[in-house]
């Protein structure tokens, strides 16, 4: 969660240091995003209101709400924050495409459903269970993110869907991948998803066998 560790550093420049309006107000919704996500991760949907990341991200309650008017607006936008640091995150570790290391690409797939910008989307979907305002929007996204992974999975394994089972394979791996994030939720067995990322990793071999 690199993003959010950051935010600290950007609230400890000097005084003295003037940036132009624009980079101001970036800089002060990217803050508002990081500190939403950190939120979400730590204290769950009901703990985090607008008050609580506006204090975290040292400002106003006003200034929060002129970015996001509503509670719904800013964690519906720190949801599509985090879906593209993960998607950022899967890219960043291949930036020249995995050379056919598969087993890099599990592993990575995994990592990304069981760090904490999974466990913040995950606060989300939570609480878009339940609130009617929050669950199309959610919805929506996850879709797109849903996509996007499953491409970002075809590239780095080098899968040609256009064959049989190969579609359903990335798929199932990247299901297995989001039910590791959940079990991760509670128990941190990283011995066991060892194991479970050796044997999708020979699954996979399998099924993408030229």
């Known amino acids: 969660m690199g993003a959010v560790s950051t935010v600290g550093d950007r609230m400890d420049r000097s005084p003295g240091e003037r940036t132009p309006k624009q980079d101001r107000s970036r800089a002060t919704r990217q803050r508002l995003l990081e500190a939403a996500v950190a939120c979400l991760a730590e204290r769950g949907w009901a703990g985090s209101t607008v008050s609580v990341v506006a204090e975290r991200a040292g400002v106003?309650?006003?200034?929060?709400?002129?970015?996001?008017?509503?509670?719904?607006?800013?964690?519906?936008?720190?949801?599509?924050?985090?879906?593209?640091?993960?998607?950022?995150?899967?890219?960043?570790?291949?930036?020249?495409?995995?050379?056919?290391?598969?087993?890099?690409?599990v592993a990575a797939l995994v990592d990304l459903y069981t760090g904490p910008l999974f466990r913040a989307a995950l606060h989300l979907w939570v609480a878009a269970s339940n609130e009617e305002q929050l669950r199309p929007q959610v919805t929506e996204l996850e879709a797109r993110v849903g996509r996007e992974t499953h491409r970002i999975a075809v590239d780095l394994l080098g899968a040609d869907e256009s064959r049989p089972g190969v579609r359903e394979t990335v798929q199932g791996l990247?299901?297995?991948?989001?039910?590791?994030?959940?079990?991760?939720?509670l128990t941190d067995d990283k011995g066991r998803r060892e194991r479970v990322v050796a044997q999708w990793t020979a699954l996979v071999e399998s099924a993408l066998r030229d």
């Open 60 to 105: 106003s309650r006003g200034a929060a709400q002129h970015h996001f008017p509503t509670r719904e607006d800013l964690f519906t936008a720190a949801v599509e924050y985090v879906a593209e640091e993960r998607s950022g995150a899967i890219r960043a570790l291949f930036p020249q495409g995995a050379a056919g290391d598969r087993r890099a690409v």
């Open 174 to 185: 990247l299901d297995m991948a989001r039910g590791l994030g959940l079990a991760n939720l």
